[in-house]
């Protein structure tokens, strides 16, 4: 399933996430995953999302693409085991098709989905505009930010092989700068590789980018860091519009509306390069801060 593709400075290949990416079947609406050998401590959430689109996708005919995921985060993901992805058929109707996907480890519930796919058919057309944001190619990348600032790139950002291209601040220069505050967080992105044409891989690696920096939105807002923070994904929710390529520059232009308590929410809408609005994202994460302090 594509071409090896090595991630700068380590880390796994594209090839490497879209094995993982290919489910196995165990029966018909049963589906056993792995994770990544290299990774973070727990389950990356967009990979678990990711993976169960991909088990209710082939139940699904091919005529019906996902327009709509729903999904909660319940328990963090062991990634030494397989999870187990058990797939409901909810209903087939004349244009719409539903499933809900339960992934299990260790004999529980650890994520949830429900997905709705629909056959294509003419109606209404508009949509918001893309903002006016620098192109990709005049853009330094996460990586690349990182190195300069730490003379090394944190695992946790250099095992993926999605390359991220942020217009604005990272969190760490929020941090140290209070006037690089802000609630909004335009980042171009793409898979660093070339993807098989079906629109489900597409869609699925859009569900397993779009978990990686919309809480980041949050900390911006608040002139913090990772550091001092605890963060987990608790729902996550997209609306596919238009079809996609995930291995061309998409915009994810995000925004954190609200924080409270231990609880932030961030929003995003994704773009082509041409200005078509392809996706919407809408996630509530746990922030808690654990110390008072962050990098300084």
């Given at each position: 399933m594509g071409e090896r593709v090595e991630v700068e400075g380590g880390g796994q290949s594209l090839s490497d996430l879209l094995e993982v990416l290919d489910l196995e079947r165990i029966e018909d609406d049963i589906f056993r995953g792995n994770s990544p050998e290299e990774g973070p401590q727990r389950v990356f959430g967009g990979l678990v999302a990711g993976q169960a689109l991909v088990a209710a996708g082939r139940t699904v005919p091919s005529d019906r693409h996902v327009h709509s995921l729903h999904a909660y985060f319940i328990r963090p993901g062991d990634p030494r085991v397989p999870i187990v992805y058990e797939v409901d058929r909810v209903r087939d109707g004349r244009s719409f098709t539903t499933r809900r996907v339960v992934a299990v480890q260790h004999g529980k519930a650890i994520f949830t989905l429900s997905a709705s796919f629909h056959k294509e058919e003419p109606g209404l057309d508009h949509q918001i505009p893309m903002p006016d944001v620098p192109p990709p190619e005049d853009l330094p990348s996460t990586r690349e930010r990182l190195q300069e600032a730490f003379g090394k790139v944190p695992g946790f950002v250099r095992w993926h092989p999605i390359e991220l291209r942020p217009v604005g601040p990272l969190s760490f220069?929020?941090?140290?700068?209070?006037?690089?505050?802000?609630?909004?967080?335009?980042?171009?992105?793409?898979?660093?590789g070339k993807l098989p044409d079906d629109r489900l891989t597409?869609?699925?690696?859009?569900?397993?980018?779009?978990?990686?920096?919309?809480?980041?939105?949050v900390l911006l807002r608040h002139g913090r860091s990772f550091a001092g923070i605890s963060m987990a994904s608790l729902d996550h929710a997209m609306w596919f519009h238009r079809p996609f390529r995930a291995d061309e520059w998409l915009l994810y232009a995000q925004e954190a509306p609200s924080a409270q308590g231990a609880r932030g929410l961030a929003r995003g809408l994704v773009y082509t390069r041409d200005g078509q609005l392809v996706c919407s994202v809408v996630q509530e994460g746990l922030i808690r801060v654990v110390d008072a302090e962050g990098w300084g």
């Open positions: 220069e929020a941090e140290r700068n209070p006037q690089l505050r802000t609630a909004s967080n335009p980042v171009w992105l793409k898979v660093d597409q869609v699925c690696l859009m569900t397993y980018a779009s978990d990686m920096t919309l809480l980041d939105t």
